[in-house]
């Protein structure tokens, strides 16, 4: 079993619609969990992280934990084309490393004008 | 602040070459860490170093290794190229790697090897 696996996408929405991007991790110590977006050419860049259960909320970002399902999802309300990118979901304090990034293998979103 | 520095930012190399990348954290942070990302395997971590000490490997062959300098900047050496390793090479770095911290990335080093 993959240590973080994200729906393997592309994903392709319409301007203005709620994109759902979808991320399962299989160390159930894992204790940091970040949302990264690339852009294709480019390194990534932090969208939004979450350390407890619920969500956590930032403009049109919802980031949303669940621990027990071993579950996090990010929201991106009201896409925007510039939101076009892989999205990378990262994980933290998994295999007993405190120190490393643990990834998924990204989503590509497409938000469609 | 400035952000993290890498270079160089292009190299192509032939196989049986070695090559050392360089990475200059953002001022005041500490810990570094370098991944390798290929279309094929995603991003996968390689070390961290913090205080010149590498605190966690990946599973890369020994030919990947890296060091810090008592500045913080680090740099990483893959020696004997292959094919194989043509990807991009990213660095990040965070004040003290802590669990909560956001690590930084830099624009990346891409690597060709023919």
Same mark, same amino acid.
């Given at each position: 079993?993959?240590?973080?696996?994200?729906?393997?996408?592309?994903?392709?929405?319409?301007?203005?619609?709620?994109?759902?991007?979808?991320?399962?991790?299989?160390?159930?110590?894992?204790?940091?969990?970040?949302?990264?977006?690339?852009?294709?050419?480019?390194?990534?860049?932090?969208?939004?992280?979450?350390?407890?259960?619920?969500?956590?909320?930032?403009?049109?970002?919802?980031?949303?934990?669940?621990?027990?399902?071993?579950?996090?999802?990010?929201?991106?309300?009201?896409?925007?084309?510039?939101?076009?990118?892989?999205?990378?979901?990262?994980?933290?304090?998994?295999?007993?490393?405190?120190?490393?990034?643990?990834?998924?293998?990204?989503?590509?979103?497409?938000?469609?004008? | 602040?400035?952000?993290? @520095? *890498?270079?160089?930012?292009?190299?192509?190399?032939? %196989?049986?070459?070695?090559?050392?990348? &360089?990475? /200059?954290?953002?001022?005041?942070?500490?810990?570094?860490?370098?991944?390798?990302?290929?279309?094929?395997?995603?991003?996968?971590?390689?070390?961290?170093?913090?205080?010149? @000490? *590498?605190?966690?490997?990946?599973?890369?062959?020994? %030919?990947?290794?890296?060091?810090?300098? &008592?500045? /913080?900047?680090?740099?990483?050496?893959?020696?004997?190229?292959?094919?194989?390793?043509?990807?991009?090479?990213?660095?990040?770095?965070?004040?003290?790697?802590?669990?909560?911290?956001?690590?930084?990335?830099?624009?990346?080093?891409?690597?060709?090897?023919?």
């Amino acid at each position: 079993q993959k240590e973080v696996e994200q729906n393997s996408g592309p994903l392709s929405v319409p301007e203005g619609a709620i994109a759902s991007l979808n991320c399962t991790y299989s160390d159930r110590v894992s204790q940091s969990f970040f949302w990264y977006r690339q852009y294709s050419g480019k390194s990534p860049e932090l969208i939004m992280s979450i350390y407890s259960n619920g969500d956590k909320e930032d403009g049109r970002f919802t980031a949303q934990l669940n621990k027990a399902s071993q579950y996090v999802s990010l929201l991106i309300r009201d896409s925007q084309p510039s939101d076009s990118a892989t999205y990378l979901c990262a994980v933290k304090g998994s295999g007993g490393s405190n120190y490393k990034l643990t990834f998924g293998k990204g989503t590509l979103l497409t938000v469609n004008p | 602040k400035a952000g993290v @520095t *890498q270079t160089p930012r292009y190299l192509i190399k032939t %196989r049986g070459q070695q090559v050392t990348l &360089s990475c /200059s954290p953002i001022s005041g942070h500490r810990s570094v860490s370098w991944y390798q990302q290929t279309p094929g395997q995603g991003l996968q971590f390689l070390f961290e170093y913090f205080s010149e @000490t *590498q605190r966690n490997k990946g599973n890369f062959p020994g %030919r990947f290794s890296g060091r810090q300098f &008592s500045n /913080s900047r680090s740099e990483m050496n893959v020696s004997t190229l292959e094919l194989g390793d043509s990807a991009l090479y990213l660095c990040a770095s965070s004040p003290s790697g802590g669990l909560s911290e956001t690590q930084y990335f830099g624009p990346g080093t891409r690597l060709l090897v023919l």
